[in-house]
């Protein structure tokens, strides 16, 4: 046991809990299966939002809202799509309380919507109810259109910022004139979210397609990244659904085209949410607690002065502060710690828990020889280094922290990916050595979900860039012509 903290070797569950609670990024609600997110959680998700917003914005997206509720009528119309979400759906019937007389507060009965609303659960059924009156002509296509929003899932079982019954996300919803656009939309944003996983959050990812069993309901296509962690399960950071003309088929969204024809409209969406929170914890940090990489710390440096009386405090401030506006200039955040509750050494642990990458301590002696102690949260190794050009060491040092935080997690990726060609094979490395397992597999739904059930075990994705090679399907020894990927997940 480390600061409250368990091992990740003893209770991984546990651990990744722990280091939520104790490093202040959320603690549970009220409200069964919901979160409150922390002001410590909350900025990682502003410095995502932020990223992602400009990378959106460069390819040409714009941000817009639509309604938290959606008439349950408009659910109906796309039959797999209803079907996928029916079972996750939060319903509203009523629109208003009463005192019943009591002092207790109901209900209204006679107050009865005449047709219940669904809380999102995603929005593309009330989106494409809008873009009936946004879409006449070829004229108007492409729309790029993008939302941050929170929708609700019911989940029964739910941890903090990987599986929650309300969480924060962003949902694009696109509209184009041809198939060939969408898709091409579809891949684009795969690509956006893979560049941020691996050069943001030092996260590296598979690209690939689902199979249809695992296929966003309501999708012809999906997209997706995988990343593996720490525990050897598989983590869906991001998805990209090429829709076809489903929804607009649905929800009757026509234009003319260019040759003055009728034609339905073909759509995509892609979205990420605050579970890539929970991908940073469990891929990159230990017992100690977070290790954040710098793109996305909410505290890239923070210093602490060791002192015995104001007048050295007074002396250590003056040269921070120029440190200070010197870093900042470099878009460098910084955190200037002087409580005078706290000892040093309690604000060193407080800042190795919460994964801020660099510490500089810098005490009177230091002064005098014109010197800092900086500590990496990454390796926790410790160097002393002159003051003169400080800044510009310390920025080249959080550019090395993150390419090792990220070289890290590969590695661990690499040796935990293994190809098997046995389905015995298969199940025994499931339990002595998880992680990503490249096997064959005959192409069925039905053996999919038969090793699913036997094993727990899913089709992450059919990696983009697999090699085609003959095999045999690790279960029914039917003729492969590729690998997919296998993993147990969250």
Partial sequence: MSKGVISKDEDYSQWFNDLIIKSDMAEYSPVRGCMIIKPYGY???EKIQAVLDKMFKETGHQNAYFPLLIPKSFFSKEASH???????????????LKNDGDGNIIVDEEAKLEEELIIRPTSETIIWNTYRGWIQSYRDLPILVNQWANVMRWEMRTRLFLRTSEFLWQ?????HATADEAVAETEQMLEVYADFAE???ALPV??????????????LDTYCIEALMQDGKALQAGTSHFLGQNFAKAFDVKFTTKDNVQDFVWATSWGVSTRLIGALIMAHSDDAGLVLPPKLAPIQVVVVPIYKHDEELENITTF???????LRAKDISVKFDKRDTHRPGAKFAEYELKGVPLRVAIGSRDMQNGTVELARRDTKTKETVNQEGLAAHIETLLEEIQANIYKKAADFRTENTIEVDTYEEFKRMLDEQPGFISAHWDGTSETEQKIKDETKATI?????NNKQEEGKCILTGKPSTQRVLFARAY
Wanted: one cysteine or more; aromatic letters at 10%.
């Fill in 206 to 219: 598979v690209k690939g397609r689902k199979t249809a069993n695992e296929r966003f309901a309501g999708a």
């Fill in 320 to 326: 921070v502060n120029t440190l200070t506006k010197e």
């Fill in 199 to 201: 050069n943001w959050m």
């Fill in 43 to 45: 900025s990682i998700w």
């Fill in 460 to 464: 992450r994705c059919i990696p983009l």
């Fill in 82 to 96: 209803v079907e996928g979400f029916a079972k996750e759906c939060a319903v509203v019937t009523h629109y208003r």
């Fill in 171 to 175: 949902e694009g919803h696109t509209a």
